[in-house]
């Protein structure tokens, strides 16, 4: 069965500082990996996706990620981190469901990202 | 992007009532919908995977006699927590895959559902 596995549970960083979120994935197949975030009482939006080709994947809101198949990682990243983007992180694998020819997700347990002023 | 919609945000119910979520995909198709259950502080909670016009399929330890979920359409979903107890409020989530069952296809969000029992 596939698993992700977000190592850190809270990360600070102050405003403009870099970022990188941890992500590690355990899965069978080529996995599709996904980001997706979180603010307190809302549902998720989704940052951005991996299913193949390039890599190095740029999302929304500033955000990239890098598929590196040797260390089963997917990390997060952004250059200079905003204020607004303080909220819940959580990784996730789409495992393919033989049954119907698509695909579940799979959550890590999310990494809780606090910015300093 | 695509939007998906959950109604209600919130709700409070009495227990032993039932209670019903739906779930929305405003602007595109969604053969296949996806209900979570998250826990204060916790990860997301697969709970049942529906496709339009067939029965749900749920994960294990989910009680389907309790969590009805019916798909009617290609863009309406509905949960119905049945015989609500306390321990079932919580924040519900469902989610939407866009286009049909083939691969690589986008899953989207809805907002969630705060589910209070008292």
């Known amino acids: 069965a596939q698993s992700v596995t977000q190592p850190d549970i809270h990360i600070t960083v102050s405003e403009g500082a870099s970022l990188e979120l941890r992500c590690n994935y355990s899965y069978g197949a080529t996995p599709y990996l996904f980001w997706y975030v979180q603010s307190p009482g809302q549902g998720l939006q989704l940052l951005l996706k991996?299913?193949?080709?390039?890599?190095l994947v740029q999302g929304i809101k500033g955000f990239e990620a890098e598929f590196k198949r040797s260390q089963s990682s997917f990390n997060l990243r952004k250059p200079s981190v905003h204020w607004s983007d303080a909220a819940e992180y959580f990784c996730?694998?789409?495992?393919?469901?033989?049954?119907?020819?698509?695909?579940?997700?799979?959550f890590g347990k999310g990494t809780k990202l606090s910015v300093i002023p | 992007g695509a939007v998906v919609s959950q109604h209600p945000s919130w709700v409070i119910c009495k227990s032993g009532t039932s209670v019903k979520i739906e779930c929305r995909s405003l602007?595109?198709?969604?053969?296949?919908m996806f209900w979570y259950r998250q826990f204060p502080k916790q990860s997301l909670m697969l709970m049942a995977t529906?496709?339009?016009?067939?029965?749900?399929?749920?994960e294990q330890g989910v009680e389907k006699d309790k969590f009805l979920i019916n798909h009617a359409s290609l863009t309406l979903s509905t949960l119905t927590v049945t015989s609500a107890h306390p321990e079932d409020s919580s924040f519900y989530i469902c989610?939407?895959?866009?286009?049909?069952?083939?691969?690589?296809?986008?899953?989207?969000f809805g907002e969630g559902s705060w589910l209070t029992v008292v």
């Open positions: 529906s496709n339009e016009g067939s029965k749900a399929t749920y």
């Open positions: 991996y299913f193949s080709g390039d890599t």
């Open positions: 602007d595109f198709q969604a053969t296949t």
């Open positions: 996730a694998v789409g495992a393919r469901d033989s049954g119907a020819g698509s695909y579940q997700l799979t």
């Open positions: 989610s939407a895959r866009e286009g049909g069952r083939g691969l690589g296809n986008t899953i989207y």
